[in-house]
Each structure stands twice: as C-alpha cells, then as structure tokens.
T-cell receptor, first 112, second 114 residues
C-alpha cells in the first residue's frame, strides 16, 4: 500500500549541530504534517504545510513542502538534548479517502 | 496538552477478551481518527469518523470496530484479543476531517494482551 519513506532512519548528532531529514512519497500530497513523538507519548504536531514550495518555521525547526509535492523536509538548527525523539511526517492520501498516513520515522539521538 | 483525552491510559487483559478504548476529541473538533502503533513501529491508520459517520477505513481487523457518538466521543472496540494486538492505540481529532487538516493526538492507551 501507500507508504511515506523517511530518511535517515536514525541519526546520532552532537549538541549544537544542525539536523536535516526528509520524507518522500510515490504520489502527490496536498498537505504535509511533521510530528515529534517521545517514548510512550502521543505525537505532537510541529509544523503543517499546505502549498508546494512553502517554507515554514517553528522556533529552531523549519520545514519545506517540496515543489514536486512528493516530498517534504524538516531541519532542526542548533540541536539540544530535548530534541531527542522520533520525527514523523504525515499527510492525507489524495485519492479522496481522507486517510492520513504516517512515515516510517526518523529517530534522533543527541549527544551532549 | 493537545485537548484530546484517551482512557484508560493502560489496559492489561488476556487473550480472547474484549476491551473498549475511549476518546474525547478537542472541543469543536468533529472528526476522530484511530491509529495503532506496535513496538518501535510507525502509526498505522485504522479508521476515521466525521460527525458520527465513518469516513475512511484503513487496515482495521474485522475483530475491531469503532463508532462515534452524538456527543462526538469515540470508542474503539477490540474483541477476541490476540497477543499481537498488544500496542499503543492513539486517537486524534481534527476540525472537519478534510484533506488540509491538522491532527491532534491524545496520549494513547497502552494495551497489553497476556
């Protein structure tokens, strides 16, 4: 079935480094949502994107809606230990079924 | 706090049993979504309701069913439970359930089937 692929799967970075991750799909999306999930907790919405090419920031986080509408990118600047967690992209399938599917996730670990 | 309330937070039961998970959406949200997350896995879409009506269905097992009530809260019923049903079950809500929505998630119900 339809899948959103995220890369990298996991990454270790040093505190203070910038982080980049992406999400790709085989079909077009009209909305991209980025979430962060801490262990045992529900995903928390970070950024929502609605137009191709759109660039939106939320503090140290910046996300972009790819111009092909088949991908999206999330950047975290100057990472801190509390950035640890799993980052998911999500979006609604465009087949009219309103199914919001989630990506495979990027697990971020920050070394102090 | 997302404003989405899920109860119970933890549930331990035996194989073959039936359980009900409850979700209250954010105030003003008409749509509810259910997701299953197995250990270290992504979120699998189960089902979506909008204003009491089923709107979209994912890979939900026949042993599972859900409904959304007139007061907009939703329940997910899991029956004939198997060990493999152990997972985190999340509910999310959005305003209208369309394709440009923001989904807000509850803190989940951890189901353990022994």
């Amino acid at each position: 079935g339809q899948q959103l692929n995220q890369s990298p799967q996991s990454m270790f970075i040093q505190e203070g480094e910038d982080v980049s991750m992406n999400c790709t799909s085989s079909s077009i999306f009209n909305t991209w949502l980025w979430y962060k999930q801490d262990p045992g907790e529900g995903p928390v919405l970070l950024i929502a994107l609605y137009k191709a090419g759109e660039l939106t920031s939320n503090g140290r986080l910046t996300a972009q809606f790819g111009i092909t509408r088949k991908d999206s990118f999330l950047n975290i600047s100057a990472s801190i230990p509390s950035d640890v967690g799993i980052y998911f992209c999500a979006g609604p399938l465009t087949s009219g079924t309103y199914k919001y599917i989630f990506g495979t996730g990027t697990r971020l670990k920050v070394l102090a | 706090d997302s404003g989405v309330t899920q109860t119970p937070k933890h549930l331990i039961t035996a194989t073959g049993q039936r359980v009900t998970l409850r979700c209250s959406p954010r105030s003003g949200d008409l749509s509810v979504y259910w997701y299953q997350q197995s250990l270290d896995q992504g979120l699998q879409f189960l089902i979506q309701y909008y204003n009491g009506e089923e709107r979209a269905k994912g890979n939900i097992l026949e042993r599972f069913s859900a409904q959304q009530f007139p007061d907009l809260h939703s329940e997910l019923n899991l029956s004939s439970l198997e060990l493999g049903d152990s997972a985190l079950y999340f509910c999310a809500s959005s305003v209208a359930g369309g394709t440009n929505e923001k989904l807000f998630f509850g803190s989940g119900t951890q189901l353990s089937v022994l």
